[in-house]
């Protein structure tokens, strides 16, 4: 049952917007600014948007707050049993589709089922699950996915040798992987595509005070699509039946892997930090017989600690009984997940490193825990990332440990930015990373 609606005072309301929105809208929605993220994690911002979010409950208790902006008024959630029932009830009445969101992702993927209806969602996201298998807990490619793991992580890497490993050097093995994933290995060198489908999604973090750039995306697309015509048999592509929309359900394929690029990076530097849970995850990446749940818990608490979608968006689809008020049709939700991810009334200790939290599976709404939010709205992908994470880890971790941060991780309170444009790490040989222990 919902909470009523209160009415943030004028104060509260450009609080909010300065400390909660400005700041996450700055950094980035669709694509991060790395001037941005580096400014949060010197001054805080995530912190200080955590302990707004935390004197705004403590003023107006778990109701939803009304944010009368202009133009654009918003309900910004306080209350983990409010974000349960949003989330749940998505996409009636709750949409995915909100104003801003379309605007944003029309830049790359006008088609995707993102901004559908929920009459076009109910034909697209199959396309999604029978591609991605998000129940499956091993996909059924799984061993392809793990050559190529091996063959960009410790192959490629050999003349390199173990050395540093920053956000660059992470990042184009990365990428390289994802293409060979969605399209195969002809398409591992195909530089072009992440720098034009990169400068699209810079134009889609203004929304719609960018106009379009309609030449672009055109080609974006018809590439994806050529790209998805002669698709390796075992590649994800291949698995997406043929349709007018497919090329758009790709590119937001391309744009998420780099999130989950993001939340990896940041795995290993957790791994760095925390010895135990890094013994942990190497005594399991050597036993054939496990499927990688601890490396899935693993990655689940990178993304909790560091969000790579901060603000959950939802709009009213349709008019809400909310209390005893209706909220008419077209209102926008904001769920700032960083909040709900740090919790510390439903999370003991929300600023450590606890895999032991994800026993009960990859969304617990009801408590706030929603990496890849819940519902109809879960991410498609919730189980494909995690293996694939988990499968880098291994590959590294058959190589040695990671060590030597270049950002100082505290294990008691870990911060709330990691910027991973500046994070680097080392692997080291093991005889070498315990003797430094």
């Known amino acids: 049952m919902a909470h009523a609606i209160r009415t943030a005072s004028g104060a509260d309301a450009l609080r909010a917007a300065a400390r909660i929105i400005v700041p996450t809208v700055a950094k980035g929605a669709v694509i991060r600014r790395p001037l941005a993220e580096r400014a949060a994690a010197r001054f805080a911002l995530d912190e200080k948007a955590i302990e707004t979010m935390h004197a705004l409950r403590r003023r107006y208790g778990g109701a939803a707050l009304r944010l009368g902006f202009p133009l654009r008024p918003q309900l910004l959630l306080l209350d983990a049993a409010d974000v349960e029932r949003v989330l749940l009830d998505t996409p009636v009445p709750f949409a995915t589709r909100s104003v801003e969101k379309a605007a944003a992702l029309q830049h790359f993927e006008p088609g995707n089922v993102l901004i559908s209806t929920p009459e076009e969602r109910r034909r697209l996201r199959p396309l999604h699950e029978v591609a991605l298998c998000p ?15 091996d063959d960009e992580f410790v192959t490629r890497q050999a003349e390199r040798g173990r050395g540093r490993w920053d956000w660059p050097r992470f990042a184009t093995a990365w990428f390289r992987l994802v293409r060979r994933v969605v399209f195969g290995d002809a398409a591992a060198g195909d530089e072009g595509l992440q720098p034009l489908l990169n400068r699209l999604r810079g134009r889609a973090n203004w929304s ?38 497919r090329a758009s359900q790709i590119a937001q ?29 190497s005594d399991e990446a050597a036993n054939p017989d496990r499927a990688g749940d601890f490396a899935r818990r693993c990655l689940l608490e990178s993304l909790r600690l560091w969000p790579t979608v901060p603000a959950i968006l939802r709009e009213t689809g349709e008019d809400v009984l909310w209390g005893d008020e209706i909220v008419p049709a077209g209102i926008g939700i904001m769920i700032y997940a960083p909040f709900f991810l740090r919790d510390e009334l439903r999370i003991p ?3 450590v490193l606890q895999p032991d939290l994800w026993l009960a599976g990859d969304a617990v709404p009801a408590r706030g825990l929603i990496p890849f939010s819940a519902g109809a709205g879960l991410c498609p992908a919730h189980s494909l990332v995690p293996q694939l994470a988990a499968m880098v880890a291994a590959a590294l971790l058959a190589e040695g440990q990671p060590a030597d941060l270049s ?12 910027d991973h444009y500046r994070l680097s790490l080392s692997i080291t040989a093991r005889a070498a990373a315990q003797s430094s222990e």
């Open 208 to 245: 719609y005070l960018m106009p379009k750039d309609r030449v672009g995306r055109a080609r974006l697309l018809a590439r994806i699509a050529h790209l998805a015509d002669s698709a390796d048999a075992q590649a994800l592509a291949a698995r997406m039946p043929e349709g007018e929309e």
């Open 407 to 418: 950002v100082r991780l505290d294990p008691h309170r870990l911060q709330g930015t990691l």
């Open 253 to 281: 394929w391309l744009f998420a892997f780099d999130s989950a690029g993001m939340a990896t990076f940041r795995m290993l530097a957790l791994l760095a930090a925390y010895p135990q849970h890094r013994q942990r995850l």
């Open 349 to 351: 200790q929300p600023h």
């Open 135 to 149: 129940r499956d807990t091993v996909h059924p490619c799984a061993d392809r996915f793990r050559a190529i793991v």
